[in-house]
């Protein structure tokens, strides 16, 4: 569960990113975060992955109050969240299968485990026998696909998403909405994103942004500003 109570979050000079804002996200929940550029998409984002504070107000990921710098579950709770970026952040110098396992590395799970699990997310976004390719190679929606799988191998049980169709065709957008579909059932899934089309046909949960404030909570809505 992801709980935003009364969030209020400025950069400085006083640019206020997120006006008093709360809701609830429930465990296994697909939800969509929309609105113009500035609108507060991504701050929520890095709110829930710890890598921002708010200034007022208290951010609750899976029961642990990651509201200040004093928490101390902050480290762990990361393990169990996956990010998905618009450029990909691939490293160029590994090939597909040493960037999906970096991260399972850095949890010191066995050999055996780790290509376990990149076999099983290789296969899942259709990439089985893309496993030696370098960046290079790849399609900007196979880089997509690669993060993936990077994102969704481990025990990550949240997926966030900042705009992860945003560099793609319709045809690859679709594709890669297919991958999260996959996995709904047993993902909490976030997507800040721009596309109309995607929010529109999709129908799960959308919440509509604007300059910092939530205008709108719509369990099975559309795009809206």
Request: aromatic share 6%.
């Amino acid at each position: 569960m992801i709980q935003f109570e009364n969030v209020t979050k400025s950069y400085p000079l006083g640019v206020a990113a997120l006006d008093d804002v709360s809701f609830t996200i429930e465990r296994n929940e697909f939800t969509f975060l929309v609105g113009t550029s500035g609108a507060g998409k991504t701050t929520i984002l890095n709110l829930i992955l710890g890598d921002l504070y708010p200034n007022s107000g208290t951010v609750i990921v899976n029961d642990v109050d990651i509201s200040n710098k004093k928490c101390k579950g902050i480290e762990d709770l990361r393990k169990h969240i996956g990010v998905v970026f618009q450029d990909f952040k691939i490293l160029q110098d590994k090939d597909v299968f040493e960037n999906i396992a970096l991260g399972l590395h850095i949890q010191k799970l066995s050999i055996k485990k780790i290509k376990e699990q990149v076999r099983e997310v290789l296969t899942l976004v259709g990439l089985e026998e893309r496993d030696h390719y370098f960046p290079v190679q790849l399609s900007a929606g196979e880089l997509q696909r690669v993060a993936i799988a990077r994102a969704l191998c481990g025990d990550r049980q949240i997926i966030l998403a900042d705009e992860p169709t945003g560099n793609l065709d319709p045809k690859t957008t679709w594709d890669i909405m297919k991958i999260f579909k996959k996995v709904e059932e047993y993902k909490t899934i976030i997507i800040a994103t721009h596309n109309t089309d995607v929010v529109n046909s999709m129908k799960k949960r959308v919440i509509v942004l604007k300059k910092g404030k939530l205008i709108k909570d719509m369990k099975k809505g559309g795009y809206e500003l």
